[in-house]
């Protein structure tokens, strides 16, 4: 690779690593979409180095004191969404390729009405949610992740809307990601998949990610919930919006059959 496509893959970085910190989510899309936009690197390889990155991510931002989480929000979250990943890995499987397009149409339309009434509800909920909703929305998000890589709305869409404190929603967020990206990485890792380039990139992207992850957490910018939420927003529907145009291809192909 030329200097100027290792500039803009740690530049890539730089901007997923900042948003992953703030909101506990994204930097796989961050990082996926601007690669794929600027046709950079191989998105195959870019996949699994996101899953090591995000790894980084989670020990700069949660490392040193500890961390603020709530155990009752987490541990059902955590559970159902490892449980989810391989529920969603043996989906991906089981379905035909036209559903799994038509799947991914809907997903994208849903992930955006669910974006937009995040901010419409511009207040949290005035008590916490009942477990069980925690454990679907960790599962549905294990699932989406095992499915499509994409499985941040559900939970940050549900997680959003509690009366929970910032760091509380975030740190879960980032917990639970990394507890999926190292799931993946054991799959891949027992598959073979693991390749020298791939390790090559996420030494150089590595101490990027745990330089402004430790920068973010050290002198985090001041910023409302109500902000952090329309940050939340945007990308929910980035992804949203991201899902729906991967999928017209495939679904105008399938009608016209």
Not at 92 to 120: D, K, N, T, Y
Not at 135 to 164: D, E, K, T
Not at 210 to 231: A, D
Request: with cysteine; glycine share 10%; hydrophobic share 55%.
């Amino acid at each position: 690779m030329s200097l100027q496509v290792h500039v803009f893959f740690l530049l890539c970085v730089a901007l997923a690593t900042v948003a992953q910190s703030l909101t506990g989510f994204a930097f796989g899309l961050i990082l996926l979409g601007l690669v794929a936009t600027l046709q950079v690197l191989p998105l195959t390889e870019v996949a699994v180095v996101i899953s090591i990155l995000t790894l980084g991510n989670a020990l700069g931002t949660l490392g040193g004191p500890k961390p603020q989480l709530d155990r009752a929000v987490l541990m059902p979250v955590l559970i159902s969404s490892l449980l989810g990943v391989s529920l969603g890995i043996w989906g991906l499987g089981a379905l035909e390729g036209g559903q799994i397009v038509w799947l991914r149409l809907l997903l994208g339309g849903l992930i955006v009405v669910a974006s937009l009434m995040l901010v419409v509800q511009s207040k949290p909920q005035a008590q916490l949610s009942g477990q069980p909703s925690f454990w679907l929305a960790g599962g549905l998000c294990g699932l989406l992740n095992g499915m499509f890589s994409s499985g941040g709305p559900p939970i940050v869409y549900h997680l959003y809307r509690q009366p929970l404190g910032y760091e509380v929603i975030r740190n879960t967020l980032i917990t639970v990601f990394a507890a999926n990206a190292a799931a993946r990485l054991g799959l891949v890792m027992a598959q073979g998949q693991l390749t020298l380039s791939t390790l090559w990139l996420s030494a150089e992207a590595l101490p990027l990610v745990l330089l402004l992850s430790w920068l973010v957490r050290r002198y985090p910018p001041k910023l409302s919930l109500r902000t952090v939420r329309w940050l939340v927003f945007v990308l929910m529907a980035l992804a949203g919006v991201s899902l729906i145009w991967d999928s017209l291809p495939g679904v105008l192909a399938a009608r016209a059959v």
